[in-house]
């Protein structure tokens, strides 16, 4: 065989391996999003610090001189998501989940008021966005449905989480962030996503 061709065949072969590769990972893939889809498995999401850094809204809303906490302050909040910052780790986290098939749900611990265009906002990563404000609103929701797993900042995410059956997985907080209580990371001895507070 001459030199040529030897090249020629080495390279053949490389591609053929490659594309088995590809092959196997795609079926792999396939695989996965299969038992997912059908088991209906799902991941949550906390809304507030988790999926989002939200402290501008909130400033916005006690800015605007609507009493706090009513139903015009919670309007003002759910509305003004042009100023929310993206997390980083926990979006691709949501879309590598997604992509393996799982229905991402976020469960945003605020009241309804004025919320319609947010779940709008969200619905190409969730389909399902609960109000789930009030006590034990988030293990009532987390509770119905296959859930794996629940991304939530707040320490009482995390008791919630275990209360409804589903590992919880923490979130760093913004050092910046509005809210400062009912925050100890690790101390609940839970998963802590590292570099999630940006
Ligand atoms: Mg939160």
């Known amino acids: 065989m001459g030199e040529l061709t030897k090249k020629a065949k080495a390279k053949v072969d490389k ?14 893939w396939g695989l996965i999003f299969s038992v997912v889809t059908i088991g209906r498995l799902r991941v949550a ?17 006690y800015s605007s001189g609507a009493i706090p906490h009513t139903a015009q302050f919670w309007k003002i909040v759910n509305q003004s998501y042009d100023l929310e910052q993206p997390k980083f780790m926990t979006h691709a986290i949501a879309w590598v989940f997604r992509l393996a098939g799982f229905q991402p ?16 906002e969200w619905r ?14 988030k293990r009532v929701a987390l509770s119905q449905g296959n859930y794996l797993l629940f991304f939530g900042d707040s320490d009482t995410d995390i008791r919630e989480a275990r209360a409804a059956h589903v590992f919880p997985v923490r979130i760093r907080r913004s050092r910046t962030s509005i809210f400062k209580e009912d925050y ?4 609940l001895h839970e ?8």
């Open 15 to 28: 591609g053929v391996s490659n594309a088995k590769k590809i092959l196997s990972l795609m079926m792999i």
């Open 45 to 61: 999401f906390d809304y507030d610090d988790t999926l989002v850094f939200s402290t501008p809204a909130m400033r916005k809303a």
């Open 105 to 120: 749900t976020i469960l945003v611990s605020r009241p309804p008021d004025g919320g319609e265009p947010l779940r709008k």
């Open 124 to 137: 190409h990563l969730a389909p399902k966005l609960v109000f789930a404000s009030g006590a034990d609103a």
């Open 184 to 187: 100890h990371p690790g101390s």
């Open 191 to 198: 998963l802590v996503i590292p570099f999630s507070e940006y």
